[in-house]
Nanobody
């Protein structure tokens, strides 16, 4: 069974930084669109940032634009999300997801593969 594995979550103070990583041993990530999502308690899962290998494009939702940076290392089969200037409202479980087809999407149902999630808590 294909698995994506997230790591790097934790507790951080407001204004701090974290770097999340998404790795896989089964997928050739350079053939996949990878998106980071998050889900806060009582809220729907939302797409944050997407990276497409086909044209090396990236997208960001407005709430994280300028603070989060997605990057890809195909040799290491890793997609990372660097998060700076973290806010309490960023507290959530963060997931990475992959789909084989072209084009970014924030539609949860479009993604074939998901990780188990990593908790990010921003609090003083």
């Amino acid at each position: 069974q294909v698995q994506l594995v997230e790591s790097g979550g934790g507790l951080v103070q407001p204004g701090g930084s974290l770097r999340l990583s998404c790795t896989t041993s089964e997928l050739t990530l350079d053939s996949y669109v990878v998106t980071w999502f998050r889900q806060a308690p009582g809220k729907e899962r939302e797409g944050l940032s997407c990276n497409t290998q086909s044209d090396s494009s990236t997208t960001y939702v407005d709430s994280v634009k300028g603070r989060f940076t997605i990057s890809r290392d195909n040799a290491k089969k890793t997609v990372s999300l660097a998060m700076d200037s973290l806010r309490p409202e960023d507290t959530a479980v963060y997931y990475c997801a992959a789909k084989p087809s072209y084009g970014c999407s924030n539609n949860v149902g479009a993604y074939s593969y998901w990780g188990q999630g990593t908790q990010v808590t921003v609090s003083s």
